[in-house]
């Protein structure tokens, strides 16, 4: 369920699906896909570079300095 609302979705040990056409094609249909590792570290690894992936696509992935807005400057906004 969590895959097919979009969702990286990692686990421990290995894919009972390996192999299958629908897990190769799981992002591009739904926008989300499993992932399976057993070691911690790893998995943590996978999942930062997942987000650090999709921060790029996004264009949200370079610094850039920081504005503390004032109550004028909110109201521009609108």
């Given at each position: 369920?969590?895959?097919?609302?979009?969702?990286?979705?990692?686990?421990?040990?290995?894919?009972?699906?390996?192999?299958?056409?629908?897990?190769?094609?799981?992002?591009?249909?739904?926008?989300?896909?499993w992932g399976f590792e057993t070691d911690p570290l790893q998995m943590a690894q996978k999942m930062v570079t997942?987000?650090?992936?999709?921060?790029?696509?996004?264009?949200?992935?370079?610094?850039?300095?920081?504005?503390?807005?004032?109550?004028?400057?909110?109201?521009?906004?609108?």
């Amino acid at each position: 369920m969590f895959v097919s609302s979009g969702f990286y979705t990692i686990s421990g040990g290995t894919s009972p699906t390996n192999g299958n056409e629908l897990s190769d094609d799981m992002e591009k249909m739904f926008g989300g896909m499993w992932g399976f590792e057993t070691d911690p570290l790893q998995m943590a690894q996978k999942m930062v570079t997942h987000i650090d992936n999709k921060r790029k696509a996004l264009g949200i992935d370079k610094a850039r300095e920081r504005v503390l807005y004032d109550m004028a400057m909110r109201r521009e906004l609108t």
